[in-house]
């Protein structure tokens, strides 16, 4: 009996770690990654020229999400991850930058002591702030699911969910917190409160050793990323897969039934699978699949963003305080959504001799700028960081990259209609799959745990035979 064959469509990190899980796990099985664009890696790319290590795509991933750490280790890249420097981090507000409050996790306070001591919050909000953690009285526990504004404001208070957490949590899943998922984003909330009684105690189990030993001590950083680059985990994939037939430039036009398999037209000539993992955009997904009941993904809205890198000498003037960055309150008056000090947060970045400010632009529903030119972006944001930094600023050269409607937006309810979408397309499709960021989460570690869920599926169910 002739082998089955899986074609996985999509060559970014969700594609690639599929394939290598199925070399693993599916050894009686062809494998072919077909991609549409003429480089693998999707999302991640980085800006690698003379001493510079700079991240295009995502810079980094977080360190408790082990399932990548671990493919990278396997691949033999674990010699090369290095964790970020910690310094301070900063919120813009409307009057100005703060720095994120001391014995805070994700916004939530975890010392009171500590949180007492900053000045972005009124003494009278701080007081409600506290004794809404110490006193959280008789508030309901969801059990289903509801905005992360909702869950947050009578636990925290509306002052500390408007000037510090929101700013510093929307922006990863390109949302607004009132209509936020929390069952989807934040679970760990829940999960903290639930095994405690409370969020405030359930946070201060979250905390990293490290912050809680003695005052003074170092801290460890919260985010992995590579001294060669994200980016080399791609290639390393790329190199590491011995039965995976890749094919770049090969874009997906239509998937058919024909003869109890799967008939999809490329512009190359047909391929035919008994299996099929969709990694490529959900809206794409929705097109190739029309046999399928995808209103819900069809309405799934997705959010677009820009970065823009300056990379300066130092010359005799130094950036006027040291930080890793900061991230904008939306009602500060600017258009940059974050700032990242790539050569304070990363130190492989860049040559001692040089600073790397790396913006962000693009807010959910505001997004329209993101198409503008190059040179636009570049102006918009160098007279931001100008403004904020209060100096005049000289890249020696910029690194312009865009996201168009890459962050789908994990509103209400988003784990349970991405739960139907994929049995729409069970019944629809037998034997056609769906990961990526649409639907397990937004991070890469995320997207390869959803690669590999996808791939002990298909394992379990036995199609090999």
């Known amino acids: 009996m002739p082998s089955k064959r899986l074609v996985i469509v ?7 770690a599929a394939a290598y899980y199925a070399e693993q796990v599916l050894p009686h099985m062809n494998i072919t990654l077909i991609e549409a664009g003429e480089r693998l890696g999707g999302k991640i790319a980085t800006f690698r020229e003379e001493e510079f290590t700079i991240e295009r795509g995502p810079d980094s991933y977080v360190a408790r999400k082990h399932v990548f750490t671990d ?7 674990g010699d090369k991850l290095v964790r970020n420097n910690t310094s301070q ?3 813009l507000a409307p009057d100005g930058l703060h720095p994120i409050p001391k014995g805070t996790v994700m916004g939530i306070p975890t010392d009171l002591t500590l949180f007492s001591e900053t000045a972005l919050l009124t003494d009278e909000e701080k007081q409600e702030t506290a004794e809404r953690l110490l006193h959280p009285g008789e508030l309901e526990f969801p059990t289903v699911d509801i905005p992360l504004g909702s ?7 509306d002052a500390l969910v408007e000037k510090l957490i929101e700013p510093l949590l929307s922006g990863i899943y390109a949302g607004d917190i009132d209509r936020m998922s929390t069952f989807a984003t934040y679970p760990q909330f829940l999960a903290g409160e639930q095994k405690t009684g409370s969020l405030f105690e359930g946070m201060r189990l979250m905390r990293p050793e490290s912050r809680m030993g003695a005052v003074g001590g170092e801290k460890s950083g919260q985010f992995l990323s590579l001294t060669t680059g994200l980016e080399s985990v791609i290639e390393r994939l790329e ?23 799967y008939r999809l037209k490329t512009d190359h000539g047909p391929e035919y699978a008994d299996v099929v993992l969709l990694t490529v955009p959900h809206q794409q997904v929705c097109s190739l699949l ?5 209103s819900i993904l069809e309405e799934l809205h997705a959010h677009s963003t820009a970065t823009v890198t300056l990379i300066c000498e130092k010359g005799t003037e130094a950036l006027p305080f040291e930080g890793t960055g900061f991230v904008v309150n939306r009602h500060a008056p600017y258009t940059i959504t974050a700032c990242t000090v790539i050569d304070q947060k990363w130190s492989h970045s860049a040559p001692e001799d040089y600073f790397v400010l790396r913006a962000f632009v693009g807010r959910p529903g505001e997004d329209v700028l993101v198409g503008a030119t190059d040179e636009e ?47 729409n397309v069970a019944k629809a499709y037998p034997h ?12 890469i570690p995320d997207c390869v745990l959803g690669a590999r869920s996808i791939i002990e599926q298909i394992e379990q169910l036995h199609i090999t035979c």
């Open 377 to 423: 972006l570049v102006r918009i944001v160098t007279r931001d960081l100008e403004s904020i930094y209060g100096m005049e600023l000289k890249p020696e050269r910029t690194v312009v990259s865009r996201l168009f409607d890459g962050l789908p937006a994990y509103t209400v309810g988003h784990a349970e209609r991405m739960k139907l979408v994929r049995e």
């Open 151 to 157: 869950y947050l404001r009578p636990r925290v208070g």
């Open 89 to 91: 981090s900063y919120i």
């Open 432 to 443: 056609v799959y769906l990961a990526g960021l649409a639907y397990d989460g937004v991070g």
């Open 290 to 294: 029309p046999g399928a009941d995808l």
């Open 71 to 77: 493919l990278i280790e396997s691949i033999g890249l």
């Open 10 to 16: 999509g060559g970014g990190i969700t594609g690639l």
């Open 239 to 261: 190199e590491v897969l011995e039965r995976t037939e890749i094919r770049l430039e090969t874009p997906l036009l239509e998937i058919r039934e024909e003869d109890g398999r």
